[in-house]
């Protein structure tokens, strides 16, 4: 019991000098940031009176996207495009980025940023990081504000990411030997696909090829190592020899591992769609169903197929075959639909709501009810859908929780069609209550965004406002008000295009945010190069490239 105790309490004083080194390690990072700043400042034609020379400042805002990256960070590939590809305008560009800000942690600093470096441009990039305010457990809230459960949260989220930095020739040196001595020593299949996967994490391609094969003579239905294969093609724009990959995978997994089936059939989509075999697809979804049969990917996306072409029948006849196969609200979901397709509305009703009955947690089936009594006007039906859904009154939406996986757009597509179904019936009141609570809800996340761009359109700043990589520019123009100084820049098509030919590796270091992760300095320079675009339409400067 002592020596718990004892060790107890080293833990303590060994997490609190961490603590205590992280914190004056990230006030570190800002002193030295803040030093790289004005040494460009002190660099400009007059720094006694900066504010008052020719050189134009443009503020970079955001988190460790803009931060991190040193020399190539793209706030100084930005600073480099620039002032080298024209010679009209001297720019100077401040980074101001902090790891891991949110704009609400972003806003009180807003004021200060534009007083001390009279920005004459603003770019911001920023809202990727999860909001801890947004978590309701206040043990979680503490620990989100502790520097040594972060830092061991982004250590085992990313542990396979950290292995890239061990000394590469450390494996390419002895890589050969550590091969051949697991020959000898008769490994079995998944030692070499253990090894394949440390050579991938240290960029030793064929290395790790070679380990997988030979993971794959000792056993073909070793699924985890076919895995790590489709990944690496798809990843370097390869999906020709993704294709056959996929389906020995799909030999090889076990039927009742569903999360990794799943993963193989929207790899599979994903590829032919890369190579432009869409019209392709109709056929490979009967293989599937001969091949696989006891897999709903198939049969769900066979029936699809046939409702898009509006062939109800041949749809409703396939429907009835899927039926022992695939969920039953797919079932439901996939029958309604044919009902609407033929005019039979009332039908389509009864049966979502049977469906709703056998699953009230299914958001599809209760999205579809709520468009078909939109288009019969019937408001009634609608507040009864939402209020048994979210479990609130209709006119209680600040209150609403959003369900596991459902996004807001969702909740706000329900509440807008019974505002728009209130209109019709008259009740004007009841419909304008709803649009502002509408508008309060949409804007509770993006409001301290919104509260930023306003501090800085106030002192008649342009603001760039940049989409992080790979995500979609409508959802982040939607989300916020619209203005003249408010210029986009969408790097979704230019980052899929690089990586639909390089890989993923050439432009991103890990996968932190999910969807994408931290650049490389390809990767910045292409952010750079895209935001310098629009800088030279917004200055009206003429790019030399």
Same mark, same amino acid.
């Given at each position: 019991?002592?020596?718990?105790?004892?060790?107890?309490?080293?833990?303590?004083?060994?997490?609190?000098?961490?603590?205590?080194?992280?914190?004056?390690?990230?006030?570190?990072?800002?002193?030295?940031?803040?030093?790289?700043?004005?040494?460009?400042?002190?660099?400009?034609?007059?720094?006694?009176?900066? &504010?008052?020379?020719?050189?134009?400042?443009?503020?970079?805002?955001?988190?460790?996207?803009?931060?991190?990256?040193?020399?190539?960070?793209?706030?100084?590939?930005?600073?480099?495009?620039?002032?080298?590809?024209?010679?009209?305008?001297?720019?100077?560009?401040?980074?101001?980025?902090?790891?891991?800000?949110?704009?609400?942690?972003? @806003?009180?600093?807003?004021?200060?940023? @534009?007083?001390?470096?009279?920005?004459?441009?603003?770019?911001?990039?920023?809202?990727?990081?999860?909001?801890?305010?947004?978590?309701?457990?206040?043990?979680?809230?503490?620990?989100?504000?502790?520097?040594?459960y972060?830092?061991?949260?982004?250590?085992?989220?990313?542990?396979?990411?950290?292995?890239?930095?061990?000394?590469?020739?450390?494996?390419?040196?002895?890589?050969?030997?550590?091969?051949?001595?697991?020959?000898?020593?008769?490994?079995?299949?998944?030692?070499?696909?253990?090894?394949?996967?440390?050579?991938?994490?240290?960029?030793?391609?064929?290395?790790?090829?070679?380990?997988?094969?030979?993971?794959?003579?000792?056993?073909p239905?070793?699924?985890?190592?076919?895995?790590?294969?489709?990944?690496?093609?798809?990843?370097?724009?390869?999906?020709?020899?993704?294709?056959?990959?996929?389906?020995?995978?799909?030999?090889?997994?076990?039927?009742?591992?569903?999360?990794?089936?799943?993963?193989?059939? *929207?790899?599979?989509?994903?590829?032919?769609?890369?190579?432009?075999?869409?019209?392709?697809?109709?056929?490979?979804?009967?293989?599937?169903?001969?091949?696989?049969?006891?897999?709903?990917?198939?049969?769900?996306?066979?029936?699809?197929?046939?409702?898009?072409?509006?062939?109800?029948?041949t749809?409703?006849?396939?429907?009835?075959?899927?039926?022992?196969?695939?969920?039953?609200?797919?079932?439901?979901?996939?029958?309604?639909?044919?009902f609407?397709?033929?005019?039979?509305?009332?039908?389509?009703?009864?049966?979502?709501?049977?469906?709703?009955?056998a699953?009230?947690?299914?958001?599809?089936?209760?999205?579809?009810?709520?468009?078909?009594?939109w288009?019969?006007?019937?408001?009634?039906?609608?507040? &009864?859908?939402?209020?048994?859904?979210?479990?609130?009154?209709?006119?209680?939406?600040?209150?609403?929780?959003?369900?596991?996986?459902?996004?807001k757009?969702?909740?706000?597509?329900?509440?807008?069609?019974?505002?728009?179904?209130?209109?019709?019936?008259g009740?004007i009141?009841? *419909?304008?209550?709803?649009?502002?609570?509408?508008?309060?809800?949409?804007?509770?996340?993006?409001?301290?965004?919104?509260?930023?761009?306003?501090?800085?359109?106030q002192?008649?700043?342009p603001?760039?406002?940049?989409?992080?990589?790979?995500?979609?520019? &409508?959802?982040?123009?939607?989300?916020?008000?619209?203005?003249?100084?408010?210029?986009?820049?969408?790097?979704?098509? *230019?980052?899929?295009?690089?990586?639909?030919?390089?890989?993923?590796?050439?432009?991103?270091?890990?996968?932190?945010?999910?969807?994408?992760?931290?650049?490389?300095?390809?990767?910045?320079?292409?952010?750079?190069?895209?935001?310098?675009?629009?800088?030279?339409?917004?200055?009206?400067?003429?790019?030399?490239?």
């Amino acid at each position: 019991m002592k020596k718990l105790i004892k060790l107890i309490i080293w833990v303590v004083i060994f997490g609190s000098f961490l603590e205590a080194f992280l914190r004056l390690g990230g006030a570190y990072f800002i002193w030295q940031q803040d030093r790289e700043n004005n040494k460009y400042l002190k660099e400009s034609s007059s720094y006694k009176m900066f &504010k008052e020379s020719t050189d134009y400042r443009i503020l970079c805002i955001g988190d460790s996207m803009t931060a991190v990256g040193g020399e190539n960070s793209y706030p100084n590939q930005l600073s480099r495009i620039l002032n080298t590809n024209q010679h009209q305008k001297h720019f100077l560009v401040i980074n101001k980025g902090t790891p891991g800000s949110i704009p609400r942690s972003v @806003l009180p600093d807003i004021k200060n940023y @534009l007083d001390q470096y009279a920005p004459q441009l603003v770019i911001t990039m920023i809202g990727a990081n999860p909001d801890p305010s947004a978590q309701t457990s206040p043990i979680i809230l503490f620990l989100n504000k502790v520097e040594v459960y972060k830092l061991a949260k982004t250590l085992l989220s990313n542990l396979a990411e950290y292995a890239r930095i061990l000394p590469h020739d450390l494996f390419d040196k002895c890589g050969e030997g550590i091969f051949r001595f697991m020959s000898l020593i008769h490994c079995n299949s998944q030692n070499y696909t253990q090894l394949g996967l440390l050579y991938k994490m240290t960029y030793n391609s064929d290395l790790s090829f070679k380990s997988l094969q030979k993971a794959l003579d000792l056993d073909p239905k070793n699924y985890q190592a076919w895995h790590i294969i489709i990944d690496e093609f798809v990843k370097a724009g390869g999906y020709e020899n993704a294709v056959p990959c996929i389906f020995q995978f799909l030999k090889a997994c076990p039927e009742n591992l569903k999360t990794e089936r799943d993963w193989a059939y *929207s790899t599979l989509e994903d590829c032919y769609e890369a190579l432009k075999k869409k019209d392709q697809l109709a056929g490979i979804y009967k293989y599937v169903i001969i091949n696989f049969p006891h897999d709903a990917w198939g049969y769900r996306n066979l029936v699809n197929t046939f409702i898009d072409q509006e062939d109800y029948v041949t749809a409703m006849s396939l429907i009835h075959a899927e039926a022992p196969h695939v969920p039953q609200s797919i079932v439901y979901e996939q029958l309604a639909t044919c009902f609407i397709g033929t005019g039979h509305t009332d039908s389509a009703i009864n049966l979502l709501r049977q469906g709703i009955d056998a699953d009230p947690t299914n958001w599809v089936l209760n999205k579809k009810l709520v468009q078909l009594l939109w288009k019969n006007h019937d408001a009634k039906g609608i507040e &009864k859908v939402l209020e048994k859904y979210f479990n609130i009154g209709p006119l209680n939406l600040a209150s609403v929780k959003p369900p596991r996986g459902l996004e807001k757009l969702d909740i706000m597509f329900g509440f807008e069609l019974l505002s728009d179904a209130y209109a019709f019936d008259g009740k004007i009141a009841e *419909s304008d209550i709803l649009n502002k609570r509408i508008d309060a809800f949409k804007n509770k996340d993006t409001d301290y965004y919104v509260k930023i761009l306003k501090m800085i359109e106030q002192r008649n700043i342009p603001v760039v406002i940049v989409q992080y990589p790979l995500r979609n520019l &409508k959802t982040l123009k939607d989300s916020l008000p619209q203005s003249k100084d408010y210029y986009f820049v969408d790097n979704e098509a *230019s980052f899929k295009k690089g990586v639909g030919q390089e890989g993923y590796d050439a432009y991103f270091t890990d996968d932190s945010f999910g969807d994408f992760g931290h650049c490389t300095p390809k990767g910045d320079h292409l952010l750079a190069n895209n935001i310098a675009n629009t800088i030279f339409e917004v200055f009206n400067l003429n790019n030399g490239n």
